[in-house]
């Protein structure tokens, strides 16, 4: 859909630059160290955090869904259904040198609007960049159940107000250091994350902003 891609490349242009502007940090000294900070010897990644290891964190985020409502495409029911929501996640990243793997489950609420509940899990898959950016795609499964579901049996049949499908999206998270506050917090701390997702064949267009702390 066009929204989900003019969207996804205006997320990559825009954050990716001051990512991409820090220059490659060496390992911290040892009386600067943090937990979780590579140890004197020990193989670093690009910004000179440890090159691999299990990172756990959650986060809270808010944003928007809109679900398309074309015959044949989305879930057509003759009115659009969409709606703002509040998301927490959690989840772990496993660093691989200048990339980095992980997993991610949510539970989302609708706060306005057709939505009353999301749940799924994904897999993420990314590379690091900056003294603490991430960037990445996801792939996985969602649950939406909508709130307000009367007319969803119109042109489908169907009286469920319950559907799942693929969802994949791309996004991305910058630490203090990459966003001009330098000394808030350290690599293991807080990041804003910036994410727009879709729902199975590009049938709902999806933005959310968060935070998210890394432990």
């Given at each position: 859909?066009?929204?989900?891609?003019?969207?996804?490349?205006?997320?990559?242009?825009?954050?990716?630059?001051?990512?991409?502007?820090?220059?490659?940090?060496?390992?911290?000294?040892?009386?600067?160290?943090?937990?979780?900070?590579?140890?004197?010897?020990?193989?670093?990644?690009?910004?000179?955090?440890?090159?691999?290891?299990?990172?756990?964190?959650?986060?809270?985020?808010?944003?928007?869904?809109?679900?398309?409502?074309?015959?044949?495409?989305?879930?057509?029911?003759g009115?659009?259904?969409?709606?703002?929501?509040?998301?927490?996640?959690?989840?772990?990243n496993?660093?691989?040198?200048?990339?980095?793997?992980?997993?991610?489950?949510?539970?989302?609420?609708?706060?306005?609007?057709?939505?009353?509940?999301?749940?799924?899990?994904?897999g993420?898959?990314?590379?690091?960049?900056?003294?603490?950016?991430?960037?990445?795609?996801?792939?996985?499964?969602?649950?939406?159940?909508?709130?307000?579901?009367?007319?969803?049996?119109?042109?489908?049949?169907?009286?469920?107000?319950?559907?799942?499908?693929?969802?994949?999206?791309?996004?991305?998270?910058?630490?203090p250091?990459?966003?001009?506050?330098?000394?808030?917090?350290?690599?293991?701390?807080?990041?804003?994350?910036?994410?727009?997702?879709?729902?199975?064949?590009?049938?709902?267009?999806?933005?959310?902003?968060?935070?998210?702390?890394?432990?």
């Amino acid at each position: 859909m066009k929204k989900f891609v003019t969207a996804a490349a205006f997320v990559g242009a825009v954050l990716a630059t001051p990512a991409f502007a820090q220059d490659m940090a060496a390992a911290p000294a040892p009386e600067q160290q943090s937990p979780g900070s590579p140890t004197p010897g020990e193989a670093t990644s690009p910004d000179g955090s440890r090159a691999f290891g299990l990172v756990p964190y959650v986060g809270v985020m808010g944003g928007w869904e809109s679900f398309d409502k074309d015959a044949g495409h989305g879930i057509p029911n003759g009115r659009r259904l969409d709606g703002s929501l509040v998301q927490g996640v959690a989840g772990v990243n496993v660093p691989l040198g200048p990339v980095f793997v992980g997993a991610e489950g949510n539970v989302a609420k609708g706060i306005s609007g057709a939505i009353d509940w999301e749940y799924g899990a994904a897999g993420r898959f990314g590379f690091r960049a900056g003294d603490s950016g991430l960037f990445y795609g996801k792939v996985g499964y969602q649950w939406v159940n909508f709130d307000h579901f009367r007319g969803l049996a119109r042109n489908t049949g169907n009286t469920s107000r319950d559907y799942h499908a693929v969802s994949y999206g791309i996004g991305a998270e910058v630490g203090p250091k990459d966003i001009g506050l330098g000394g808030l917090t350290n690599r293991a701390g807080v990041r804003l994350r910036f994410e727009v997702s879709t729902f199975g064949n590009a049938d709902s267009f999806r933005p959310l902003a968060g935070v998210i702390a890394h432990f």
